[in-house]
């Protein structure tokens, strides 16, 4: 059997949620970009990209004009998505798109930061949101949050669905890393795995971005049983998935996407 072209969240899943995560497996694109990329950020063959966004709505059910994307910076905005085109929304800068809009999909871009997707379980409401370090300490995940509660959501019954992305095992960082997740997250000192700690001590102290993502979640109100177990990491997974940390610039990019069923009105 052909592999799929996302990996879905159980969690997700049961409340019958369109949902995924895009591994590398299954497009048409070569070399460093094999196989489904679906960045233009690193230029690569257009059609290649337009023909995995192609195979990719097909399989996962969504219509390509309805998904959303937007211009990722590291920073906390978001954007709402209503009546717009998504050519109107890809040239806003923002890190995370929310909707309650029948028949919208929302969409992030990552290669090693932690793509998130947040739902009412009633389906009623979605949020793609890219959340690297900068992110984080940022708040982009609280913001998100209270998005979706300005849209009648209740924050403890949301369900949320980590991705692949650069793990504690291979996540390295400098002193500023580290100061910054001490300052954003002071409650959570364990998101920082120190030098010289651990079983196998790493040289250069490790961030672990899942945790800083639950931290963020918690933090923002939602019930820790309501959110999946991370999927993996994109460093230490050449074959599943693209990493910037492991591969340099030129290369393909994961998608994350959550759409609400329906046509819409328009
Ligand atoms: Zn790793």
């Given at each position: 059997m052909a592999d799929p072209l996302a990996l879905q969240v159980d969690l997700l899943a049961r409340s019958g949620l369109l949902h995924g995560f895009t591994t590398r497996l299954g497009g048409v694109s070569k070399g460093s970009f094999a196989t489904l990329n679906l960045s233009p950020k690193w230029p690569e063959e257009a059609e290649n990209v337009a023909a995995n966004y192609d195979r990719l709505a097909r399989w996962a059910g969504f219509k390509e004009q309805r998904l959303y994307l937007a211009r990722q910076v590291h920073g906390a905005q978001g954007v709402r998505v209503a009546d717009q085109s998504s050519a109107q929304v890809r040239p806003v800068e923002a890190d995370y798109l929310f909707t309650d809009r029948p028949g919208s999909t929302v969409a992030v871009i990552t290669a090693d930061c932690v793509p998130l997707l947040l739902a009412d379980p009633s389906g009623r409401c979605v949020a793609a949101v890219?959340?690297?370090?900068?992110?984080?300490?940022?708040?982009?995940?609280?913001?998100?949050?209270?998005?979706l509660a300005e849209l009648g959501s209740r924050p403890q019954d949301l369900v949320?669905?980590?991705?692949?992305?650069?793990?504690p095992c291979c996540f390295e960082v400098g002193q500023e890393v580290v100061e910054a997740f001490a300052d954003a997250f002071p409650n959570h000192?364990?998101?920082?795995?120190?030098?010289?700690?651990?079983?196998?001590?790493?040289?250069?102290?490790?961030?672990?971005?899942?945790?800083?993502?639950?931290?963020?979640?918690?933090?923002?109100?939602?019930?820790?049983?309501?959110?999946a177990d991370p999927p993996g990491c994109t460093m230490c997974d050449p074959h599943r998935f693209y990493s910037y940390r492991r591969d340099g610039a030129r290369i393909g990019q994961q998608l994350a996407y959550i759409g609400i069923e329906g046509n819409g009105h328009g």
């Open positions: 890219h959340a690297g370090w900068r992110g984080l300490v940022a708040g982009v995940i609280g913001a998100a949050v209270r998005s949320a669905g980590l991705g692949p992305c650069i793990g000192p364990d998101i920082v795995v120190p030098a010289g700690s651990g079983a196998t001590p790493f040289p250069k102290a490790h961030v672990n971005l899942w945790r800083a993502a639950r931290a963020a979640l918690v933090e923002a109100g939602l019930d820790p049983a309501h959110m």
